[in-house]
């Protein structure tokens, strides 16, 4: 199962980073992905990563701002956030899958609960 964690209350141009703890299966067999759920919106894919981390994709609306890393030998997947926005206030999760990273929300299975981030002043 994927565990994310780090959410916080931060102000415009803050950072936080967030993290992705797996157990119970083989971690660097997956590509894992961070997504997002504002309310009243659907769930969108963030950043994702390959299963060795050499390859990543984000969404177009935090290129250049968020970094998506990953240590396979403590099983965690991080989510660098800087310079954030009000825009970015959502509840974040992680996710899985047994394919290459691609940013589309469906492929993904073992959602865990999410974390909660509001940027605000």
């Known amino acids: 199962q994927l565990q994310a964690s780090g959410g916080g209350l931060v102000q415009p141009g803050g950072s936080l980073r967030l993290s992705c703890a797996a157990s119970g299966f083989t971690f660097d067999g997956y590509t894992v992905g961070w997504f997002r759920q504002a309310p009243g919106k659907e769930r969108g894919a963030v950043a994702v990563i390959s299963r060795r981390g050499g390859s990543t994709y984000y969404a177009d609306s935090v290129t250049g701002r968020l970094t998506i890393y990953r240590d396979n030998v403590n099983e965690t997947v991080y989510l660098q956030m800087n310079s954030l926005k009000a825009e970015d206030t959502a509840v974040y999760y992680c996710?899985?899958?047994?394919?290459?990273?691609?940013?589309?929300?469906?492929?993904?299975?073992?959602w865990g609960q999410g974390t909660q981030v509001t940027v605000s002043s």
């Open positions: 996710a899985r899958r047994f394919g290459g990273p691609v940013l589309r929300r469906e492929l993904y299975t073992d």
